[in-house]
């Protein structure tokens, strides 16, 4: 990614970061402006927001929602479930460090780039005749930035250095070459800012010399300046804030002096690569590649330029591994990116779509590693969930709302119509499932059961039987974020969503328990439960419905699509074994229409290859290629992308890129559905491309060629063994010269279950719009573990 000129605004400047420590990087000669964050500098502290009056409202709530006095129930649920007081802390700013050059505005030949290979940002220019170089990275292996100050010619570097914060309580030159700031976070919504930062910032020079001006440092004609920051918290884990951040901020510091520049360079580079370096993407490239990054989005609808493509999915990628790592905190609603200490809904952890959006190219997009934050943060909001269903419900298990932030608060945020929604937990635990079945490891489907157990308990305790059809359904509820026309509130029983998370949730819980042969008698249980869960219902329209009742709207373009869930992430809805509900889910998606917030449409990038409908996810990724403002920071409008390829909600949210991410993925591989599929969804205009290194179930990486539209050479890896059942729409596969085999009956693979669903009866007066799927074959081709096999398309 390349632009000609400085960042003027946070959306040109571009990111680093190493999941813990993140900077954005300005590239002004003049004034040159790193913006600092660190993933534990979060408002308040250590905290929880369950209504303990939670069981005095209940029953009315319930009764309101079944007499359909919707108003009742939504004024009584403010009252009682709602949060009496804490909505969620904020993640919150470091502060900046700031170069000054005098003298540097009249620059010429000015370049800057982020190399997403290489995990550097570098900026030249020239004033008179010298050239003049920065470089910048976040280390991952030494936990510091980075920056270096080169000049082609000796003696040229001078400029002043110094660290600045809103929320800063000192800022000082320690010696002539180390500045420190210490600050603390805000207190918000009554409990006090308890998160303690260090930043220390080491100025070494080559030649010339340093000398304090107050708190700043001035550096005069340096041949070469190398400058490191550290960064460190006094947060240990959620519940805890104990930690010495001044001693772990010399600790970094100290050890990381002692190592020269291109020892730190090259040990980031590794450590970035070992994930980075696993997927390759090309799409082919065009003469429209030749412009800057920022012009190469604004013409993209009107020109041909596959490589801003797979830049932007490579980008998504970058963003995950420098954004979220073992051992830290998950990506919140800005990745690790921020530079507002009162950010959009606090870029906190929305978790009705917006967290697991971030972490659907996790698997897929092999970087699995970096799926771990978000395990662990659903473990710890196992714990603290637990509490809040007991207070709120008087029931067992965990639950977690629509929201939670860095202290794992799991109750009702913001108010009913968004925020009563019980199901947080039981989406995200889907994510634990989810990586099982990438990796087959059962030491890790073993510490993750108890939770997806405990999550299944609290519902055991808290459906309801709904009165009319008896079903169990989840009620107080919401469709996410989401009102029925006509309704004055958003208070549902039952919403479709609602009842294929459970689906899942149960279907799963109950496999887990028999691969580790644990609690037969529980899941027998949980299995009568699944069977009283409302089916899938088709309504007037043809349209998958959104509630229990027909109540969509085909007005309705609510950027949330949540009842399609069971078609994207989920795979409760297929092409081949419920074509009804493929079309209804396909139905209310041309309802909802496409051009809506960046992460809307990353999602229905995603949903459209579930679709196997190429040409239509492609036209997604357009819209979401749409060059939006970067001074454009609020709220409205349609969605897009700023200059810095960061997703415009607007304003700037991490979910629309990853989610994007996911959707191409999803276009070239696929494997929820018994088998993995080939190339399910390429657009007309990727004519010839390739990809390696995705991951399917069952551990298998795939590489794909394919020309002329169509799939030439397949190369699979199989990790764990087990029978590998492709489909693909060629005749002819071969394997070392011979044809594969047909496949026959049940996938043997177990990491290939198809999920069993019926399609539901309709009425003769509904009419359906089935598609003409394109005809494809099935293969079996059974695999030794960590065999690679390729596959020649012949016709
Ligand atoms: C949900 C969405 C909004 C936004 C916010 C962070 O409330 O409905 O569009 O993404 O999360």
Redesign the pocket.
């Known amino acids: 990614m390349w632009y000609d000129k400085p960042a003027g605004n946070w959306n040109e400047a571009l990111p680093l970061g190493n999941g813990r420590i993140a900077a954005m990087v300005f590239g002004n000669p003049a004034k040159e402006q790193l913006q600092l964050n660190e993933s534990s500098f979060w408002s308040g502290g250590p905290s929880r927001n369950d209504n303990p009056d939670g069981l005095i409202g209940l029953d009315s709530i319930r009764q309101a929602i079944f007499h359909e006095d919707y108003r009742l129930a939504n004024r009584l649920s403010n009252k009682y479930l709602t949060a009496k007081k804490l909505h969620g802390s904020k993640f919150q700013v470091i502060g900046d460090l700031n170069l000054t050059f005098p003298g540097a505005d009249g620059f010429t030949n000015y370049y800057r780039e982020l190399d997403l290979e290489n995990a550097i940002q570098t900026t030249t220019y020239k004033l008179g005749n010298v050239t003049y170089k920065r470089e910048v990275f976040v280390s991952q292996p030494d936990q510091v930035i980075v920056v270096r100050l080169t000049a082609n010619k000796p003696g040229q570097l001078t400029f002043s250095a110094n660290l600045d914060s809103q929320l800063k309580k000192s800022s000082t030159a320690l010696d002539t070459n180390t500045l420190e700031m210490t600050g603390l976070s805000s207190t918000h919504e009554g409990v006090i800012g308890q998160v303690k930062f260090d930043t220390r910032a080491k100025i070494i020079n080559t030649g010339g010399r340093t000398s304090i001006e107050s708190n700043k440092i001035n550096v005069s004609n340096a041949n070469e300046v190398v400058i490191i920051i550290s960064i460190a918290t006094n947060f240990v884990d959620y519940k805890t804030l104990t930690a010495n951040e001044v001693m772990k901020c010399t600790k970094y510091l100290a050890a990381a002096e002692k190592k020269p520049y291109a020892r730190l360079l090259k040990d980031n580079i590794v450590a970035f690569q070992k994930y980075f370096k696993r997927v390759t993407f090309d799409l082919g490239t065009s003469p429209a590649a030749q412009l800057p990054t920022n012009e190469r989005i604004r013409n993209f609808s009107k020109s041909y330029d596959p490589e801003l493509i797979s830049m932007y999915y490579q980008f998504g990628r970058y963003l995950l591994v420098c954004s979220s790592q073992p051992g830290g905190q998950p990506a919140n609603?800005q990745g690790i990116w921020n530079n507002d200490n009162n950010p959009?809904?606090d870029s906190?952890y929305?978790i009705?779509?917006?967290t697991e959006m971030n972490y659907w190219p996790a698997e897929k997009c092999n970087l699995t590693e970096m799926h771990e934050p978000l395990v662990q943060m659903i473990k710890e909001l196992s714990e603290s969930g637990k509490e809040t269903a007991k207070v709120m419900y008087g029931a067992n298990g965990w639950v977690a709302h629509?929201?939670t932030d860095i202290w794992r608060i799991a109750g009702v945020v913001?108010f009913a119509d968004?925020g009563q929604w019980p199901m947080g937990g039981a989406w995200l635990s889907q994510h634990l499932w989810e990586k099982y079945l990438y990796s087959g490891d059962l030491k890790y489907l073993e510490s993750v059961y108890p939770v997806l157990k405990s999550a299944c308990n609290f519902y055991q305790d808290f459906l309801i039987e709904e009165p009319i059809h008896k079903w169990l359904v989840v009620s107080p509820s919401v469709s996410?974020?989401n009102t029925p026309s006509g309704h004055s509130s958003a208070l549902v029983a039952g919403c479709t969503i609602d009842n294929q998370l459970l689906f899942d949730l149960f279907a799963k819980t109950i496999k887990a328990a028999k691969l580790l042969k644990k609690d037969e008698a529980e899941m027998a249980n949980l299995q009568k439960i699944l069977d009283c869960l409302p089916p899938m219902q088709i309504g007037r329209l043809g349209q998958l419905q959104e509630w229990l009742e027909d109540w969509d709207n085909p007005k309705d373009q609510n950027?949330?699509v949540s009842h399609l869930y069971g078609l994207f992430p989920s795979n409760q809805i297929s092409p081949f074994n419920t074509p009804k509900l493929f079309d209804a889910a396909r139905t209310s998606l041309l309802y909802r229409g496409d051009v809506s917030?960046g992460?809307?449409m990353g999602w229905k990038v995603n949903l459209w290859a579930r679709l196997l409908d190429g040409n239509h996810a492609r036209k997604l990724i357009s819209d979401q290629l749409t060059l939006v403002d970067p001074a454009k920071g609020g709220?409205g409008g349609g969605g897009g992308t700023y200059p810095n390829f960061f997703d415009a909600?607007p304003p700037f949210?991490i979910?629309g890129n990853f989610g994007c991410t996911s959707g191409i993925t999803e276009m070239l591989l696929q494997s929820q559905d018994g088998a993995i599929d080939i190339l399910p969804a390429l657009p007309d205009d990727w004519k010839n491309g390739s990809v390696t290194g995705l991951k399917a179930y069952g551990g298998f990486e795939v590489s794909i060629v394919w020309e002329k539209n169509q799939a030439k050479k397949i190369t699979i890896k199989s990790h764990l063994g087990g029978n590998c059942r492709i489909r693909v729409p060629n005749e002819v596969c071969l394997l070392g010269g011979q044809k594969l085999q047909a496949a026959s009956g049940e996938n043997t693979n177990p990491f290939f279950e198809a999920v069993r669903i019926k399609d539901p009866l309709i009425s003769v007066a509904v009419k359906l719009n089935p598609v003409n799927l394109k005809s494809t074959y099935l293969y079996d081709l059974p695999t030794e573990k960590g065999k690679t096999y390729t596959i020649i398309i012949a016709r």
């Open positions: 609603l959009a809904w906190k929305t009705n779509i917006n629509h929201n913001d968004a996410p974020e950027r949330h917030t992460w809307s709220f909600h949210q979910d």
